[in-house]
Nanobody, 116 residues
Framework: QVQLVESGGGLVQAGGSLRLSCAAS????????MGWYRQAPGKQRELVAQ???????TYTDSVKGRFTISGDNAKNTVYLQMNSLKPEDTGVYYC??????????WGQGTQVTVSS
């Protein structure tokens, strides 16, 4: 069983920054996918950013140039550095990891609120 523990969410003013962290523990053979998703009130969960084991990253268009995803394979930890935050970035952020190139295990979510 895999457990994911997220931290780093909170309340910040527009233009500010936050850094999310997610540490995976449990029975993990090899993580090939790490990603961050978010769900805004009344909306579907969407992929924000993902990083594959080789280092290839993908971002949703709305966060390009503002967010940076990084991973530490030795620590089974993924980070999301969020700069120039906007009110529309508000939502619950979930981390996800997978042994294949898709999410298989999910964190409990951390709230990010950006005030205008």
């Amino acid at each position: 069983q895999v457990q994911l523990v997220e931290s780093g969410g909170g309340l910040v003013q527009a233009g500010g920054s936050l850094r999310l962290s997610c540490a995976a523990s449990g029975t993990i053979f090899r993580i090939n996918f790490m990603g961050w998703y978010r769900q805004a009130p009344g909306k579907q969960r969407e992929l924000v950013a993902q990083i594959l084991r080789g280092g290839m990253t993908t971002y949703t268009d709305s966060v390009k140039g503002r967010f940076t995803i990084s991973g530490d394979n030795a620590k089974n930890t993924v980070y999301l550095q969020m700069n120039s935050l906007k009110p529309e970035d508000t939502g619950v952020y979930y981390c996800a990891v997978g042994a294949v190139v898709r999410p298989q295990h999910w964190g409990q979510g951390t709230q990010v609120t950006v005030s205008s």
